[in-house]
């Protein structure tokens, strides 16, 4: 993995040195043998120093060739160690020139080589946070030490390259290692950090258009735009939208931080097996191409990229333009992008409602990353760039990104942004801490926000809101979970209207809950009710969805009778008066603990509540309330299954959908699993009939149901129905990535042979065919193919995406047939860990962490009998007996260990109800 640079390492060689320029050559001229497995790099770097100081220079390599410093040619043998090329007796201005032989990657770090399977072809780019650009070229690699740089790429001829420069020629390669080669030049880059540099070289799709806008100051602007992709998905790069939502981009960030974009051309590349969903290289932004949507895509997955784009166009000035000084402050980045992408969908694309996403999925991990012992502050304590990469996490991405929306609420939108646009003016091209921010915050606002920041930023653990009710009907909110924190944030008080049957706000009010005040009264709100609200038994009992209707003739996917009835939470023929729901507005961060009858009443209404973003608060709250064990994960999936399956959002019902495959698979206990999936997957299937042609919800619901029946083999002959063409569901397309989901669902339960998925990846060669019978091979049942598939995956020999492909199928077994490879996974991984990187021993420790976690009814307490299941002990067992091993595979391991023993206790305390 290259040896990991300690903060104080950094702080030191950043006092020592001011680097100037990069001249950087890579020769990519045999990248089309997958046979060179190296490539030529050479750097030239001019940086001063102090006089006679020695330092060191990063370098991930196969061969280092020559080290050249001030005109001496030095002992290669002598100055490098392993990552580091020692640089001793350096002048006051000093050139030093690095050759040598880099390696291609197949885990997405560094130079990632990609073979399309459908064709053949050869794709190139990088990917460097945090620290893989030294696996590229010889760099300081660091945040904080700035530069020019300028790329040279070498490929071969019918090839684009790319750089965050604009192209400046084009020419024969004379100085090639192989024939044929071109040498593409690009100029110079303003200041960057060497993380977020990088090289796109390949038979790209390449489209152009250009935005013409003015600065802040009314002067005209163009900026040229381009689009990349693969061939063999260019008829799937919907360019007219993109270029769309990248326009309304450059027409809205310029004005609202008052700071022209200033990088010249924008350009946005999508890639396969991309490690993450994009990165913010100034002039050149990489995408995964999962974004492109050849099988179709919903009003979910496209406002998803919507946000992602806008997330990453704002890095241009959070992150890009300013850079956070060290790791402690990634944060300064990752939480204002993660903030800025839902704003600006909001108020200057199409997808207003980015906000609903936000409140149920992107902060959900923040709430689950949270509540495990290894949560950090969203200003956190990086000592290295091992931890720095850790903590791409939750924490910093939504929670600070909530944390955020908090602060707006706290000071006003006027004076956040106003402070941003000092942040930028101030400092620009330059490096900062949480201590930069805050002063131009300081200046901005007449708030305390010295001591907001130390509160909501230096902190662990989410702030508890308890409503509570008395008989009198007054309500207060009561705060919990050290350190107490200040809130503003709103509660709303909703009721089923007659008539529409739409549950409504009937009465809002803002509350301020001050650090020091564990309780505050809620006034106006206890007892609230809209005129003509349903306080009492209604036509529509319980205050259920109805039952969706089946076109005549159809056959419920199980063959089957429409999902049992069990007992509902709230009473049998009364609905529920009105709800309290603090906080819907989602103003603030926590877990919002609704009082008894909210949460009884929230069962029975979440479904009809008419504001999106007052039910995606609600979803919210049900699912805090199942994962800390005051809601029976039973009765969740239950609900899911009778009333939210005809939900129209289609954010709200992916996620939905999801939290009740989670909770069937880890919470529930397993002796009520069967009864409870059928359950579901019947209420899918008959939703999935019901549902609008051609809809969201339809191909939604398809793909839940496929996932879910790959644990259910009644469910099979549905499935080999639809694949076969014997009936079909009108409107419902059965894309590629949708075949190979429902073929898996039937491998996995003994319903297909190898030859019917040979036959189907003979039909299918795209990467999506590829990925989806790597998966499907897996997912068979025999104890050879699980043994064949461990093998495969243990290796080395599988690239990134292939490797989690892997995992997926292979997880999906009997437990006894995974608790075979127990020993073997607690065995191996610190072998894994060391021969690895660190994106592929991640995925590996992680996809294969033993997940046969059923537990029995006991006597002892749930915790307690949590901790006695073979898995946590062997768990506490390895982390015990491997104390020295590296922090970054302790802290994961810990959190899986976390993640089991919620799910045990979770299941002890519904089997003891």
């Keep these: 993995m290259g040896a990991s640079l300690t903060r104080e390492e950094a702080a030191t060689r950043a006092e020592q040195i001011r680097v100037e320029d990069y001249r950087v050559t890579v020769d990519l001229s045999g990248a089309k043998d997958p046979g060179n497995t190296t490539f030529g790099s050479e750097v030239t770097v001019r940086f001063t120093a102090e006089e006679g100081a020695e330092t060191f220079i990063d370098f991930i390599h196969d061969s280092v060739t020559a080290v050249e410093l001030n005109g001496e040619v030095l002992d290669v043998d002598d100055i490098v160690t392993g990552s580091r090329i020692r640089l001793p007796e350096l002048g006051q201005a000093n050139e030093l020139r690095v050759a040598g032989r880099a390696l291609y990657s197949r885990s997405g770090e560094g130079l990632h080589r990609y073979i399309d399977p459908q064709d053949g072809e050869v794709y190139i780019y990088t990917q460097y946070e945090p620290a893989d650009c030294r696996r590229v070229f010889a760099v300081f690699e660091q945040p904080d030490l700035k530069a020019s740089f300028q790329f040279s790429v070498i490929a071969p001829e019918g090839w684009l390259a790319a750089s965050n420069g604009e192209l400046v020629s084009s020419a024969p390669g004379a100085d090639a290692e192989f024939p044929g080669a071109v040498t593409h030049e690009f100029a110079p880059t303003q200041r960057i950090s060497s993380y977020i ?124 333009l300013v850079t956070m000084r060290w790791w402690d402050d990634l944060w300064l980045k990752e939480s204002f992008a993660e903030f800025m992408g839902a704003y600006a969908c909001v108020h200057a694309t199409q997808y207003t409602d980015a906000w609903v996403t936000f409140a149920l999925a992107r902060k959900e ?207 049998p023929g009364e609905a529920p008066g009105s709800v309290l729901l603090v906080n819907d507005t989602d103003l603030t961060y926590c877990l919002a603990h609704p009082d008894p009858a909210s949460l009884a009443g929230l069962l029975e209404l979440v479904g009809d509540i008419a504001d999106p973003l007052a039910r995606a608060v609600a979803h919210s709250q049900l699912w805090a309330a199942v994962r800390d064990g005051r809601l029976c994960p039973r009765e969740y999936v239950l609900m899911v299954a009778r009333r939210c399956t005809t939900e129209q959002h289609a954010a709200v019902l992916t996620t939905v959908l999801e939290h009740a495959r989670q909770a069937l698979g880890q919470y529930v206990p397993v002796s009520y699993r069967t009864t409870v999936r059928r359950t579901l997957l019947d209420a899918l299937g008959e939703s999935m009939l019901a549902a609008g042609p051609g809809s969201d919800a339809q191909l939604i619901l398809a793909r839940a149901f496929a996932r879910e029946a790959a644990r259910d083999g009644k469910y099979a002959r549905p499935i080999q129905e639809w694949l076969g063409g014997e009936r079909a569901v009108p409107g419902l397309e059965l894309t590629p990535q949708l075949r190979w989901t429902m073929l898996t669902a039937v491998t996995a339960t003994g319903h297909s042979t190898v030859s019917e998925l040979e036959a189907e990846h003979a039909r299918d060669r795209t990467r999506d065919g590829h990925l989806g019978h790597l998966e499907a091979v897996a997912a068979m049942r025999s104890d050879r193919s699980k043994e064949q598939a461990w093998q495969r995956i243990v290796s080395g020999e599988l690239s990134n995406d292939e490797l989690s492909a892997t995992i997926a199928g292979f997880q999906l077994a009997a437990p006894a047939v995974l608790r075979r490879y127990e020993d073997t996974y607690f065995e191996q991984l610190t072998t894994w860990w060391a021969t690895r990187s660190m994106e592929i021993a991640t995925r590996m420790v992680r996809g294969l962490y033993p997940r046969a976690v059923d537990a029995q009814a006991a006597s002892s307490s749930p915790a307690e009998a949590a901790a006695q299941h073979p898995v946590v002990r062997g768990t506490d067992a390895w982390l015990r007996e491997h104390r020295e091993a590296p922090d970054a595979l302790r802290r994961i391991v810990t959190e899986l260990l976390d993640d089991a023993q919620r799910a045990l206790t979770l299941q002890i305390t519904c089997l003891s109800r």
């Design 365 to 571: 991990w923040a709430y689950r990353q949270d509540q495990l012992r290894t949560t950090h502050p969203i200003v956190a304590d990086i000592v290295d760039l091992e931890a720095a990469r850790q903590n791409f996490d939750g924490i910093t991405y939504a929670k600070g990104a909530s944390v955020l929306k908090q602060l707006v609420a706290f000071v006003g939108e006027a004076s956040f942004m106003d402070a941003c646009r000092a942040y930028f003016r101030r400092f620009a091209f330059g490096n900062t801490s949480l201590d930069d921010f805050l002063g131009v915050l300081d200046e901005a606002c007449e708030h305390d926000v010295r001591a907001w920041a130390e509160l909501w930023l230096r902190t662990t653990g989410v702030p508890v809101l308890t409503v509570r009710r008395d008989d009198a009907a007054a309500a207060s909110l009561t705060q919990s979970a050290a350190p107490l924190r200040p809130h503003v944030l709103t509660a709303g008080s909703y009721a089923r209207e007659n008539g529409s049957g739409a549950v409504v706000n009937t009465a809002r009010v803002e509350v301020r809950v001050p650090a020091e005040k564990r309780a505050t009264e809620l006034t106006g709100l206890a007892g609230a009710a809209a005129p003509g609200a349903a306080t009492s038994g209604t036509a529509d009992p319980g205050g259920r969805n109805p039952a969706p209707e089946v076109p005549s003739g159809a056959v419920s996917p199980g063959g089957g009778a429409s999902a049992p009835t069990t007992s509902d939470p709230a009473r």
């Design 197 to 320: 540099t990088t090289i796109l070289a390949g038979p790209y799709t390449r489209v152009t258009d250009e935005w013409c806008g003015t600065d802040p100051q009314g002067e005209a602007v163009t900026v040229p735009l381009a689009l990349y992709c693969r061939r063999a998905l260019a008829e799937h790069m919907d360019a007219e939208e993109l270029f769309a939502l990248t326009r309304q981009g450059l027409d809205f960030f310029p004005e609202l931080f008052g700071f022209a974009y200033p990088w010249g051309k924008y350009e946005q590349a999508f890639v396969p097996e991309y490690n993450l969903g994009a990165m913010e290289n100034p002039g050149m932004v990489t995408f995964t191409e999962d974004y492109l949507f050849p099988s179709g895509a919903t009003r979910a997955q496209l406002a998803g990229r919507a946000n992602t784009l806008m997330h990453e166009m704002s890095h241009m000035w959070f992150g890009d």
